[in-house]
């Protein structure tokens, strides 16, 4: 399974110079010096997704971010996994700790998020 | 209603799209004349019109809104908005004006409403949030030109629990999670459409009481127990849901349905009645039990509805006076394996020590025949020859030897 992560870099396997370059073209972004790839425009994921599907003949899952604590949100153990689009969802959601604290320290957070 | 009763006063007080949350913000803060204006695009009930109200009062603007769908001729959109534009200054306060549904402007034809306001756009004094469910139209680019967008996406499922847990805490009432998640999910990401799936299930029953819908499943079984009629009993029995504090111990339908029986047999096996109304009761429940397996294994839901009917005739008279017990264990018997448990973990660990062998070989290979042995009062070595441990030769040696 090939896990994007929004928040964070990750690998791919050797894709090709033409697929390459077309997602760099659409929303992906490269560090050499690293080797990992990051998603540059978040709303290109799904562009990005479709470049890799055609590719890649594997699962590939989306990895959102915790919006409070900054780690990923785990989707893939997420009670929604199956229903959740994470193509046509916004970028960050919360991880199951920060559920668990609530409403109100979601919205203290994100009240300092948006000073 | 739910929906203007929990709509949101303030930008913080919103759920999901944070990042696009603060790009508008960040966007309206530093708008100066000559800026671009900000074009929210998202799919309806994400709260891109809560947003540009509450966003006004967070920042001390007097919003003035239109909708765009209503007013689409050339004369309607300058009549409305040119003066409004021509004389922001006179205005006490700060004005924001918020275009809400600016791609049902053009409609099927464009009716000159578009190109009026594309002309007013471009000299306004004032800021201007547009929002539009859809942008790639080809009328809509003339207006991205003129405007940053922000794109508001559907809110992820966790943050539609996360808000509909608080909204259900503000009105005092519970919600069993199947049915939490069963409007989740049929949300899609729309919060709107959260809160009116709510508010129906909620008003359905004509009460925000707990009795209303599922219920914990302590509570229904204490019902179950205490009801005085058959059919009480019966309605207790199907509403009640596994109900958990946490989304993690969900699980499925199928799980919830033999947490029910699990509560059942817990509660009967840990009551004061006699043996034989004990074992009438569960007997039903392990014909239940099956039935269970079988409406699984063959996907045959329309048997579901037996399920709780036979339970409720066969041990309602039976299971008077029980009360709800969540240890599937009667207490004695609990008590006397942790107490033994215990007993046997010491004792294991101490001979093993001994014996410089594990504690898991002495427990499981070791104990059995030590337990015989002490328990038959039997000679170890005799013992051991009639199993076959040792031989006759070795055994008669021994004896010998200690003689």
Redesign the interface.
Known sequence: MIKISLNKGFTLPRLGKDTFSMLMRNGLQYDKTTGLFAVKD??KIDKIYAILSEAIKDTISIE?QC?LCSND?GCSE???SN???RL???????C?TC??N???N??RE??K??E | MLVEKYRPKSIAEMVGNEDARAEVLRLVRSWGQGSKHILIVGPPGVGKTTFAKALARDLGYELIEMNASDERTRSKVEAIIKPLLLNANIYAKNVLLFIDEVDGIHGSYDRGGLGALLELLKDATIPVILAANDDTSEEMKGLKRLCSTVRFKRIPPRLLMLYLEHVLESEGVEMGIGDRIRIVNESAGDLRALLNKAQALLSSVGSHTPTAYSIPIEHAMNRFFLSSSMSEALEALSKSEGFYSSLEFYRSSEDRRLDKLHALYASIVNSNKDIDSIADMLNTLSYVDTLIAVMNRGRRWYMLRYMDRIIASSIFHLSRGIVYNQYDTPYVLSSKIFTYGNTIRETAASIARELHESTHKITFYYMPYMIMILKNRRDVLEYAMNNGIISKELYEMVKGAAV
Do not use: H, M, P, W
Not at chain 1, 88 to 94: D, G, L, M
């Open positions: 978040i709303n959102v919006v949100a997420c009670e929604f229903t959740c689009n046509q969802v916004a970028s960050k959601c919360v199951r559920l668990r609530g409403y109100d979601y919205t994100v009240s998020l948006l």
